[in-house]
């Protein structure tokens, strides 16, 4: 019989030290704050976790099909669920992470609220943990990584959005700073070395300028059906400004004599 979570449930982890250090300095780093400038370790946690479950799903997938596929193996579905659990049991273990002598509390919001049914559902049956011996393994996971790829699994939804603006050309709008923007989104940028950020370049229409998006303060963006196709001169100043390391949202103006939009 499985127990589902109430709203208004919250679910206590115990996690390392170590943990609890990089979740609180994410949050305050990405805008997960509250009115007294603490982080906002609910907010943060209900944004991160079914992110965090999505890529083990997705690993999980990636499994099957190469045991189903790639291996012809007849007992797959056997041996996929062996890898599963040892996965969790090897990589993830608590022993590399300290003592676990920190607590943190997480209640489901309504947005997410369904993921952490999932969990207690589906994917405990699957690893053989419990609930908080397995959000502490997603957590376990997360704070291996370095600073840039955390970002992007924090903000996963907002950067394949933006990806996909980049790839077809499509206009994306956001809100940046509280300012509302009208972008030809060119690359988004991943600093894996010293400053550990991810951000978008990109040319606004409305203020005709390129400059640098950083992605945690990247707001409610969408794309329109229309498309810009920038003029070759723009795309060869975009491409400058890209392989000149402007990182720190200084702006280019740029004076176009003509737009093509589609």
Same mark, same amino acid.
């Given at each position: 019989m499985y127990t589902y979570i109430m709203l208004s449930d919250k679910i206590k982890v115990r996690i390392s030290p170590f943990i609890a250090l990089i979740i609180d300095n994410d949050a305050q780093s990405w805008g997960f704050v509250k009115g007294d400038d603490s982080s906002n370790k609910n907010a943060f946690l209900n944004k991160l976790i079914p992110n965090m479950v999505a890529l083990r799903k997705e690993r999980r997938e990636e499994i099957r099909e190469l045991l189903e596929n790639d291996y012809q193996r007849d007992d797959a579905e056997k041996v996929y669920e062996c890898v599963n659990t040892v996965i969790d049991q090897v990589y993830f273990r608590d022993e590399e992470l300290d003592n676990l002598t920190e607590d943190v509390w997480i209640r489901p919001d309504r947005e997410h609220l369904s993921i952490f049914d999932e969990i207690e559902t589906e994917e405990l049956a699957v690893t053989m943990l419990d609930m908080s011996a397995y959000i502490r393994g997603l957590l376990n996971e997360y704070v291996r990584l370095p600073q840039y790829k955390r970002q992007q699994i924090l903000f996963r939804e907002e950067k394949d959005l933006i990806n996909e603006a980049c790839v077809t050309e499509r206009i994306l709008r956001f809100f940046y700073d509280g300012e509302r923007y009208k972008v030809y989104a060119y690359w988004m940028m991943y600093q894996y070395s010293l400053k550990q950020q991810c951000y978008l370049v990109a040319y606004d229409l409305e203020r005709r300028e390129i400059r640098s998006f950083f992605l945690e !303060? %990247? !707001? +409610?963006? /969408?794309? @329109?059906k229309k498309k810009? %196709?920038?003029?070759?001169? @723009?795309? +060869?100043? @975009?491409? +400058? /400004?890209c392989e000149s390391g402007e990182y720190n949202e200084d702006t280019v103006l740029i004076i176009e004599e003509k737009s093509d939009e589609k």
């Open positions: !303060k %990247i !707001k +409610e963006p /969408y794309m @329109l810009f %196709i920038p003029p070759q001169p @723009l795309e +060869e100043l @975009l491409t +400058e /400004y």
